[in-house]
């Protein structure tokens, strides 16, 4: 499984464009990335997935450049309820697959 | 989306008895489900991963004669804290996944407070 990489945290400001980046430098060919959004004290939200280029649904986006070694996550014009931590997830996600976590990034957004 | 339903949704048990902590899959049959335990401000670990039919596959470092899961049906997965302690006190979640399907759902999670 990809080893994935993330900030730890970051800030932001109601209104504004978020960019989150994920490494998965060792990513596999058959390997889809995955966003999961978590609250405090619930489980991981699915936000978003995909396996090249552009990956768009109705709360993000999702960029992964040709080489796939990297991916980011873009929340456009977050609000206070975006403030969560948002995990990156690299794996081929059929059947057994494991799902695992790396440290997420936590986003803080300011009024 | 699918939906995943995890019960309870907090439970607070005495030092030394069992908890039995319920994930069910509402509408879709889910041939694997996961199991993960989280700290405050720490990221998701996996604990085992839980396979309909079959024994549980635990992963390093996690005591399967302490969590005993159980795979019953294609909707339902149990994992039990037996003999729980204050250290065992977390929260716990689990994930389930359909059959070739690239998404995992995942339960609301269970807070376990063992005093």
Redesign the interface.
């Known amino acids: 499984l990809a080893k994935t990489t993330q900030p730890i945290s970051m800030d932001s400001y109601e209104g504004q464009e978020v960019n989150i980046t994920c490494s998965h430098n060792n990513i596999a060919t058959n390997d889809y990335i995955t966003w999961y959004q978590q609250f405090p004290s619930q489980g991981p939200r699915f936000i978003i997935q995909g396996y090249k280029t552009k990956v768009t649904n109705e709360v993000a986006s999702l960029f992964i450049p040709a080489d796939r070694k990297s991916s980011t996550l873009s929340l456009p014009r977050v609000s206070l309820s975006d403030t969560a931590v948002y995990y990156c997830l690299v794996g081929v996600n059929y059947n057994t697959d494991k799902l695992i976590f790396g440290t997420g990034t936590r986003l803080q957004v300011f009024p | 989306?699918a939906v995943?339903s995890?019960h309870p949704s907090w439970v607070i048990c005495k030092s030394g008895t069992s908890v039995k902590i319920e994930c069910r899959s509402l509408d879709f049959q889910a041939?694997?489900m996961?199991w993960?335990r989280q700290f405050p401000k720490q990221?998701?670990?996996?604990m085992a991963?839980s396979?309909e039919g079959s024994k549980a596959t635990y992963e390093q470092g996690v005591e399967k004669d302490k969590f005993l899961i159980n795979h019953a049906s294609l909707t339902l997965s149990t994992l039990t804290v037996t003999s729980a302690h204050p250290e065992d006190s977390s929260?716990y979640?689990?994930?389930a996944?359909e059959?070739?399907?690239?998404?995992?759902?995942?339960?609301?999670?269970t807070?376990l407070t063992v005093v």
């Open positions: 989306g995943v995890q041939t694997t996961f993960y990221s998701l670990m996996l991963t396979n929260f979640i689990c994930s996944r059959v070739m399907n690239t998404e995992a759902f995942f339960g609301q999670g807070r």
